[in-house]
């Protein structure tokens, strides 16, 4: 029900393939929400020579490397990424929101699917071989809509907490 691929990294002896105004994205980026800008930007020709690929705004993006394994995200631009980040594209049967959701669900079962020394990582394999459970299109938007102001009320509630602690002082 999905499409997936890794980016990838313009070599870093070559200067020109950096500074550009390409948005590069790093797992460390992926904080499990809207990604607007990048901490580093490729060229053309960065792009051009070497396996990153250019994601559209709106791609779902997985970390697949290390401490970061599981983090998520979602491009709000087009943007490119590093082989340690999955892009991850849903056909008309699932929606982008839902597998969002569920993602973060599963990242324990992910972490848990880790393998290798220095720095464990999953493989798009393992992406791919997820068994992820289709409601009806509709029921997945509605799913993805609750689930999404439930975060947002507890984002309210948490700067709330925040405000109070910092008055009661």
């Given at each position: 029900v999905c499409d997936t691929t890794s980016g990838?990294?313009?070599s870093r002896d070559v200067a020109d393939y950096y500074g550009g105004n390409i948005p590069w994205v790093k797992s460390g980026e992926l904080?499990?929400?809207?990604?607007?800008?990048t901490e580093e930007k490729i060229t053309k020709a960065g792009l051009a020579n070497s396996s990153a690929k250019l994601f559209p705004a709106g791609t779902l993006l997985i970390a697949l490397y290390g401490a970061t394994v599981g983090r998520l995200g979602i491009l709000g631009l087009e943007a490119t990424t590093n082989q340690a980040v999955c892009g991850i594209t849903p056909n008309?049967?699932?929606?982008?929101?839902?597998?969002?959701?569920y993602l973060l669900k599963q990242r324990e079962k992910l972490i848990g699917s880790r393998t290798g020394g220095a720095q464990p990582n999953i493989s798009q394999e393992i992406i791919r071989d997820l068994e992820i459970p289709l409601p009806p299109l509709n029921e997945q938007k509605r799913i993805a809509s609750l689930l999404a102001r439930a975060d947002r009320l507890r984002g309210l509630r948490r700067v709330a907490r925040e405000q109070c602690d910092s008055l009661l002082q």
């Open positions: 990838g990294t313009p904080l499990d929400g809207w990604i607007t800008d008309k049967k699932l929606d982008r929101d839902f597998l969002f959701y």
